[in-house]
């Protein structure tokens, strides 16, 4: 499917762009695409990236991360039946979800690129997507998010007098998008078009431990003793206290928020250094060398960004062709006859349509409707519902998939733009209900 997505994309933009007398800011779009892809997400991406494979790689070698699996799989068993039960995939997916739920981006893709790891790991078809790996996309792609600080910032510096007004929408719509992804992708991957094919004879799964005991085996940490907890529990009121102080820490001219809204926020600010220093501390009380394990660690982040390098150019050049051919407007007259008639907005269009394409673009042009209707506005309030509750999901895609080489993503694609779909439908929906009588 992304076959024909893509060359769709390429080739249309180059026949509208003729048509349309375009061509000359098509060919602007695609180097400026290429070069953003590289130099402005690739490149910035190893040094975030290095940090937290080297955070996680503290966390496991302390085995966090197989207990964060232990607890984490009967609540996601059946979503992934496929996993062993004590995988490190569970906890770096577990991550990865939390970190997206309170809106830290710059943590989520690095753990979000480490579960995908760990998940080709268990990949009996190289090149080709696993069940697991469609599935924890599809939850990207939902990505439900406590906090829309992205559309809730782009509020408040337009002067919005409630800019935290989304949040309730949001967290609706994206519930939507998240329950549509799931079913979607759980549905597809059952159909004959998206099945795996059988495994080879002569294929064995990789074991999980590639070492016999006793035999070039990564010593075990040391075991936690009461001086462990000790110092784990006093670092824990530290922030816990840190948290006390955030929570309260408002200038006096801020608008009221609520209870929710503070604690994710305080949550929001502290979460980056807890997991440094806890997972530091932890990994160093049970005798892990943690420097050179960080190092270690660390080491994979150039040559993932470096993998990613050739799908975000693909994909982002495609996209910023087609933006640049008038291809969003083109769909968007076309369209509006059908969209007057079920009271969708028809100036969210253009904005619902560069969503899984773009996610720079959408925030582009969330702002022009911004200022053009009013941060109060329904229209402002659809849009910034739209943003918090989708993902750019053939971004997503890209990167995700490209960071371990996998090229034929079956179903993964359909079920992330039906999930975008059902988040459009859904913040319209659920923004007319609560904002349309005001």
């Known amino acids: 499917m992304l076959n024909y997505i893509w060359l769709g994309l390429v080739l249309g933009s180059v026949l509208l762009g003729g048509l349309n007398g375009q061509l000359p800011a098509v060919t602007d779009a695609a180097f400026d695409a290429a070069k953003t892809a590289v130099m402005t997400i690739a490149l910035p991406l190893v040094g975030v990236t290095a940090l937290w494979l080297g955070v996680m790689r503290l966390a496991e070698r302390a ?33 990865n979800i939390a970190a997206n739920m309170i809106g830290l981006t710059n943590a989520a893709t690095p753990l979000g690129l480490r579960a995908m790891a760990d998940l080709e790991k268990l990949n009996r078809h190289p090149g080709t997507a696993t069940n697991a790996m469609c599935t924890f996309l599809a939850i990207n792609t939902g990505s439900v998010q406590l906090l829309p600080t992205t559309a809730i910032g782009i509020l408040a510096a337009a002067g919005s007098t ?20 799931l079913i979607a992708v759980k549905t597809l991957e ?14 064995e ?44 820490a408002a200038p006096a001219d801020a608008p009221p928020a609520g209870v929710f809204i503070r604690a994710v926020n305080a949550v929001s600010v502290l979460a980056i250094p807890f997991f440094l220093a ?47 051919a008038g291809g969003v407007e083109l769909l968007g007259r076309a369209l ?29 042009l969330f702002t022009e409707l911004v200022h053009a209707h009013g941060p109060d506005s329904l229209v402002s309030r659809m849009g910034g519902t739209i943003l918090g509750s989708t993902e750019t999901t053939l971004y997503v895609v890209a990167v995700y998939f490209g960071a371990v080489g996998v090229k034929r993503v079956r179903h993964a694609v359909a079920a992330g733009l039906l999930a975008d779909l059902a988040g459009v439908i859904a913040s319209v929906a659920v923004c007319w209900a609560v904002f349309g009588n005001r």
């Not at 660390?298 to 993932?304: C, I, P, R, S, T």
């Not at 975000?312 to 640049?324: D, I, Q």
Request: hydrophobic share 55%; net charge positive; proline share 11%.
């Open 63 to 95: 085995g966090m991360i197989q207990s964060l699996a232990r607890l984490l799989r009967p609540a996601l068993r059946r979503l992934f039946p496929d996993i062993p039960a004590e995988h490190p995939a569970w906890g770096s997916m577990l991550m």
């Open 162 to 181: 409630n800019p935290t007004a989304i949040v309730g929408t949001v967290l609706l719509a994206t519930f939507c998008s998240s329950a549509a992804g």
């Open 190 to 203: 059952k159909l004959r078009r998206f099945r795996l094919p059988p495994v080879p004879a002569l294929a």
């Open 205 to 248: 799964p990789e074991p999980l431990m590639v070492t016999e005991p006793g035999v070039n085996a990564e010593p075990a940490a040391v075991p936690a003793n009461p001086w462990t907890w000790l110092a784990l529990v006093a670092l824990l009121a530290f922030f816990a206290w840190l948290f006390w102080q955030q929570f309260h």
């Open 278 to 324: 806890f997972f530091a501390l932890y990994a160093a009380l049970r005798r892990v060398p943690v420097y050179e394990e960080f190092v270690e660690g660390a080491k994979e982040g150039f040559q993932v960004a470096v993998r990613i390098i050739p799908f975000l150019v693909a994909m982002l050049v495609a996209a910023g062709m087609f933006r640049a």
């Open 336 to 364: 509006k006859p059908l969209l007057d008639a079920v009271g969708f907005p028809p100036d969210l269009l253009p904005m619902a349509l560069m969503r899984p394409l773009s996610g720079g673009a959408t925030i582009g």
